[in-house]
């Protein structure tokens, strides 16, 4: 069994929407564990080099809803590396929105940034993975794509969708040897999707109490899910620890996604 430390040395990653947040987090644990690493994010912060710079990860301008920018992405890293063997589709939104308010723009915005890249993020991937024998794909989900949500249905049905895009490519890709599974979290701090969620509520402390009071576990450890944690589980699923595990969809909810919490 490899090294925890060194798990992924000699490996190529992509990482979207990796500047702030979850993507950030899990590029630094990719790269921690011996991943060269290209991060794409529609807005670079420059405020990144300080962690990035001495882990050698590269920081390029990418919108995903644009395919040229995204192919470009993507094709970059592997032939500046060499090969492929991650790819980390993270880059989303919400949208917090009934039907009745949802624009065509709004759905095609939500459905464009997070199942579209997503699909064509991974048919950019597959052919360097092949080339190599193999590789790894984690789209990034959520427990909305476990459980319908009443207040943003479109984002439910971006991450559902989502989950059963990862259970066909996985299904479709075993004979290449190409891995594709999924994580769902629940409430991560410190993101940009929460943040600006807290933002708009007139009562942020009563916001996040109410985040934390939603996961039965979260709530037991009185805080909501660090991107860490999801990072790590990220490594994992790339790794060959988990060179059997494809297709999955492993939710890190703190038990949201399991139904009615205890009183």
């Not at 899990?26 to 001495?54: C, H, K, M, S, W």
Request: net charge neutral; hydrophobic share 40%.
């Amino acid at each position: 069994m490899t090294d925890r430390a060194n798990r992924l040395q000699g490996q190529i990653a992509v990482v979207t929407g990796g500047s702030r947040g979850i993507g950030r987090a899990t590029a630094l644990r990719l790269a921690r564990a011996g991943a060269q690493v290209t991060v794409g994010d529609y807005r670079i912060d420059p405020a990144n080099e300080a962690d990035f710079g001495p882990l050698q990860i590269r920081q390029e301008v990418c919108d995903v809803r644009d395919l040229a920018q995204l192919r470009s992405l993507i094709d970059g890293a592997a032939a500046r590396g060499g090969r492929l063997d991650i790819l980390v589709n993270n880059a989303g939104i919400v949208m917090v929105k009934p039907v009745t308010d949802v624009s065509e723009d709004d759905w095609d915005r939500c459905l464009d940034t997070n199942l579209k890249a997503a699909f064509f993020g991974t048919k950019y991937a597959i052919p360097h993975m092949r080339a190599v024998g193999g590789g790894s794909i984690v789209n990034m989900a959520s427990n909305a794509g476990l459980l319908p949500r009443s207040h943003d249905p479109v984002y439910s049905i971006s991450k559902m969708a989502l989950v059963g895009l990862t259970k066909g490519l996985a299904l479709s890709h075993s004979p290449d040897r190409i891995r594709v599974n999924c994580v769902c979290p629940g409430p991560v701090e410190a993101t940009g999707i929460m943040d600006e969620e807290l933002a708009l509520q007139p009562d942020r402390e009563a916001a996040v109490h109410n985040y934390i009071a939603a996961s039965p576990l979260a709530r037991a450890w009185d805080r909501m899910i660090h991107p860490d944690e999801i990072a790590e589980a990220i490594c994992y699923l790339v790794s060959d620890a988990a060179r059997m595990v494809t297709g999955t969809s492993l939710a890190i909810d703190g038990g949201k996604s399991l139904g009615v919490p205890p009183r």
